[in-house]
């Protein structure tokens, strides 16, 4: 039998310490793609941001390129009247029209159109049934109540809200982190008044001064990332804080400042690489409280300005026509699938990035 003294096989240590030449980020990175499912969630959740991003292609009344009598035109970034295609009127082309379709469909003609040839704002004139309509051929996913595609709806609704989301946790990441490394390393005096300052304003109440200032400005996307922002930070300036408390008594901090470097050399380059670990963590989470917010306030008339397309909107529609199933149904499954995706990636991130997994 081995002595006590004796030291552990080298398995056993290169088990403890992880493999050998592999940096610890690419270490979490590993152990993330090992999460079958938060991996799977993150590809699907890009392929859907980035379909998102080429809405205009995707789902659009206006053809992407159409070729006329020898000329090639391009409708999806200029205007052109309508006698450039044979009509009678100067005014902007409706490209959905009969008789256009007729004039794209003479021979040496034609047009490309997107899959879905409805925008967001586009209502179908021509539909069978009385709106909201059921989905048929035309309308895959039927009308709202105004006529406009759902489909189109929904493509339009999941960009604004994951694009302000990840706005708006940008932000309060941002925030957050400057509050919370300056308490958390300065502590003392400073970190004992900011605190009471946090409470004050965390105090404040937030869907009463969303519906003040809805009252007072023009509604617009701008002013409610500014509102959202403003209390957005404060639960992770306190994770943050609480690691700047712990990291700024280790050796590796003393020894900084013996060598005379300065605070922000600290900060940035010592103890906040070490602290980022609950903010990366949060990222989905924040992402799903950002999303979730939004739809709550469209739902209840305070979010983006009117004929914007929203997921809030389509709820109140849906909330409103009980036998429109078409509309709650979808767009409950597509936040549905997007805040399950997030949550799903966050949960993969925090199980790579908890010190205590072991690699195997």
């Known amino acids: ?31 993330f793609r090992r999460n079958r499912l938060g991996y799977f969630s993150l590809i699907v959740f890009s392929v859907l941001v980035a379909l998102s991003l080429m809405a205009e292609l995707l789902s659009n009344d206006r053809p992407l390129i159409v070729r006329y009598e020898g000329q090639t035109y391009f409708p999806l970034v200029h205007d052109y009247p309508e006698t450039t295609f044979g ?10 029209d009969p008789y ?32 909201p309509s059921a989905p048929t051929a035309d309308n895959w996913l039927g009308t709202d109540d105004r006529g406009r595609d759902m489909l189109a709806q929904l493509i339009y609704g999941f960009r604004i809200s994951v694009l302000f989301a990840m706005a708006l946790t940008v932000i309060g990441v941002v925030i957050g982190v400057v509050a919370g490394a300056v308490q958390g390393y300065f502590a003392g005096k400073l970190d004992l008044v900011l605190q009471r300052v946090i409470e004050i304003w ?7 001064l969303l519906i003040i200032f809805s009252a007072v400005f023009a509604p617009s ?44 050399h600290i900060i940035w380059r010592h103890i906040l690489p070490n602290s980022l670990t ?7 989470f924040r992402m799903s409280a950002a999303i979730l917010a939004l ?30 199933w078409w509309i709650s149904l979808s767009t409950f499954c597509v936040l549905t699938v997007t805040l399950l995706l997030l949550t799903f990636m966050g949960d993969a991130l925090r199980d790579a990035l908890d010190p205590r997994k072991k690699d195997r």
Do not use: C
């Open 1 to 31: 039998m081995a002595p006590a003294h004796s030291p552990p096989p080298p398995s056993t240590r290169l088990a403890r310490q992880g493999p050998v030449g592999v940096s610890p980020a690419r270490r979490a990175w590993q152990r």
């Open 87 to 96: 009509g009678d009127f100067d005014s902007t082309t409706d490209y959905l």
């Open 100 to 131: 256009i379709r007729e004039r794209f469909s003479l021979p040496g003609n034609w047009a490309l159109y997107a899959p879905n040839p409805y925008g967001p704002q586009t209502l179908n004139y021509f539909a069978a049934e009385p709106n």
């Open 202 to 208: 965390s105090a404040m109440p937030e869907l009463y």
């Open 221 to 264: 996307v701008s002013l409610l990332l500014v509102l959202l922002s403003l209390f957005g930070w404060m639960g992770l300036s306190d994770y943050v804080r609480a690691e700047f408390l712990r990291n700024r008594q280790l050796d590796y901090v003393r020894a900084a400042r013996a060598l005379g470097a300065s605070h922000r």
């Open 278 to 284: 609950p903010v990366i963590t949060f990222l989905p």
């Open 295 to 324: 739809t709550s306030l469209d739902f209840l008339g305070l979010g983006v300005p009117p004929g914007t397309p929203s997921l809030g909107e389509l709820l109140n529609q849906g909330k409103a026509n009980i036998d429109a």
